[in-house]
Antibody, heavy 118, light 110 residues
Framework: QVQLVESGGGLVKPGGSLTLSCAAS????????MNWVRQAPGKGLEWVSY????????NYADSVKGRFAISRDDAKKSLYLHMSSLRAEDTAVYYC???????????WGQGTTVTVSS | QSVLTQPPSASGTPGQRVTISCSGR????????VNWYQQLPGTAPKLLMY???QRPSGVPDRFSGSKSGTSASLAISGLQSEDEADYYC???????????FGTGTKVTVL
């Protein structure tokens, strides 16, 4: 079955950097667009970024543009989110999600928590 | 920043029907299909409805979806205690070239 497992979260100081990973299994990873979605404590869902197959296309929410970078390694069946210049408002649970097509996030990981605090 | 507007809460007694609305604009709901996600307390979101009114395998037919113009709605008929969760609508936004979520609706079973 489809499984997505995020890792790499933790406590980081404002202005710092962190890289999240998402290990995929149970499907042909290279065939699917992938997304990162985050949820601040007690708040709703916020789409962060997507990456297309073959890494041809990427895009980001305005709130993270220029600070975050999404990437993928199809050989390792892994998705990454490189985060820099982190701010307190980036504190959230970060989920990776498989895009099944027509911008439908069919499968989600369990999430990894990022806390930005001094 | 949520672009799609939902009521913050909805409630009903077991067996009742509850409807959640989702309001957007021409660049998102007006141009693209709507998905709904269910998030049970302390868990990751789960796809509940896609392409406006299609249920993934395993989702009970008590859940139904519809879309008209720049609005969509999710209905839960025969409300059950296990339906107590947060529900989010979502759609692709052509202007943002990104995905937008609704503000979320907390459903309480009285």
């Amino acid at each position: 079955q489809v499984q997505l497992v995020e890792s790499g979260g933790g406590l980081v100081k404002p202005g710092g950097s962190l890289t999240l990973s998402c290990a995929a299994s149970g499907f042909t990873f290279s065939n699917y667009y992938m997304n990162w979605v985050r949820q601040a404590p007690g708040k709703g869902l916020e789409w962060v970024s997507y990456i297309s197959t073959s890494s041809t296309y990427t895009n980001y929410a305005d709130s993270v543009k220029g600070r975050f970078a999404i990437s993928r390694d199809d050989a390792k069946k892994s998705l990454y989110l490189h985060m820099s210049s982190l701010r307190a408002e980036d504190t959230a649970v970060y989920y990776c999600a498989r895009d099944y097509g027509t911008a439908t996030m069919s499968d989600w990981g369990q999430g990894t928590t990022v806390t930005v605090s001094s | 920043q949520s672009v799609l507007t939902q009521p913050p809460s909805a409630s009903g007694t077991p067996g009742q029907r509850v409807t959640i609305s989702c309001s957007g604009r021409s660049s998102n709901i007006g141009s693209n299909t709507v998905n709904w996600y269910q998030q049970l307390p302390g868990t990751a979101p789960k796809l509940l409805m896609y392409n406006n009114n299609q249920r993934p395998s395993g989702v009970p037919d008590r859940f139904s979806g519809s879309k008209s113009g720049t609005s969509a709605s999710l209905a839960i008929s025969g409300l059950q205690s296990e339906d107590e969760a947060d529900y989010y609508c979502a759609a692709w936004d052509d202007s943002l070239n990104g995905y937008v979520f609704g503000t979320g609706t907390k459903v309480t079973v009285l």
